[in-house]
């Protein structure tokens, strides 16, 4: 498994912009699918952006399409969440996930498709 050590939260104003960072440990970062989740109070953990071990082909949640970018850099075995136009509705702690991959193409968005987790980051959005 992969160590997944997550940063970047704080408090933002609404309208504001985040980036977080998830820092892999180990060589084969490259070989992972990866993956954020959230989970807000009182709620389910919930699947937000996806991304395939090459960084070709990415998938994000409806509620986030076109305020997030998920994007990695294998070279420093980091991923990385750009949130733009933070809503409140957006504060959550969020976690990144690691998973084997399966085949290039391969997009996973379920938590069983991940085999390690990081403990979070903390976004709160104020209005």
């Known amino acids: 498994q992969v160590q997944l050590v997550e940063s970047g939260g704080r408090l933002v104003q609404a309208g504001g912009s985040l980036k977080l960072s998830c820092a892999a440990s180990?060589?084969?970062?490259?070989?992972?699918?990866m993956g954020w989740f959230r989970q807000g109070p009182g709620k389910e953990r919930e699947f937000v952006a996806a991304?395939?071990?090459?960084?070709?082909?990415?998938y994000y949640a409806d509620f986030v399409k076109g305020r997030f970018t998920i994007s990695r850099d294998n070279a420093k075995n980091t991923l990385y969440l750009q949130m733009n136009s933070l809503k409140p509705e957006d504060t959550a702690r969020y976690y990144c996930?690691?998973?084997?991959?399966?085949?290039?193409?391969?997009?996973?968005?379920?938590?069983?498709?991940?085999?390690?987790w990081g403990q979070g980051t903390q976004v709160t959005v104020s209005s």
């Open positions: 180990g060589r084969t970062f490259s070989s992972y699918h």
């Open positions: 991304i395939t071990y090459s960084g070709a082909i990415t």
């Open positions: 996930a690691a998973g084997i991959s399966r085949s290039p193409s391969y997009v996973a968005t379920g938590e069983a498709d991940f085999d390690s």
